[in-house]
Nanobody, 125 residues
Framework: QVQLVESGGGSVQAGGSLRLSCAAS????????MGWFRQGPGKEREFVAGISGSGVIRYYGDSVKGRFTISRDNNAKNTVYLQMNSLKPEDTAVYYC?????????????????WGQGTQVTVSS
């Protein structure tokens, strides 16, 4: 069982930056693939970024490539981060972190067994 708690959301102007954090409980954090997803008003949940347990493999959604960076701390903090730069109004959404095992695509929400409660990001023009 993994519990995930996101933080770091807020309101920012276009072009600004935010860093989201997702703290995970449990001793086996490094065995989980971690992902960030987002869901805007009236939209389906969208894959943003994913990172392997070791942190070596990273994937990004097309809309955030070159602007967002996912990273993780497998040591004392058991935390995954999402650094978001050059934010755009279309990045406005609730952002969720999620955890899954080593099999299955990083980008498919159904592959993730554990989810956080979400954190709101609002980007104004």
């Amino acid at each position: 069982q993994v519990q995930l708690v996101e933080s770091g959301g807020g309101s920012v102007q276009a072009g600004g930056s935010l860093r989201l954090s997702c703290a995970a409980s449990g001793r086996t954090f490094s065995t989980y693939v971690m992902g960030w997803f987002r869901q805007g008003p009236g939209k389906e949940r969208e894959f943003v970024a994913g990172i392997s347990g070791s942190g070596v493999i990273r994937y990004y959604g097309d809309s955030v490539k070159g602007r967002f960076t996912i990273s993780r701390d497998n040591n004392a903090k058991n935390t995954v981060y999402l650094q978001m730069n050059s934010l755009k109004p279309e990045d406005t959404a609730v952002y969720y972190c999620a955890a899954k095992g080593s099999t299955g695509s990083f980008s498919v929400p159904l592959n993730y067994a554990y989810w956080g409660q979400g954190t709101q990001v609002t980007v104004s023009s």
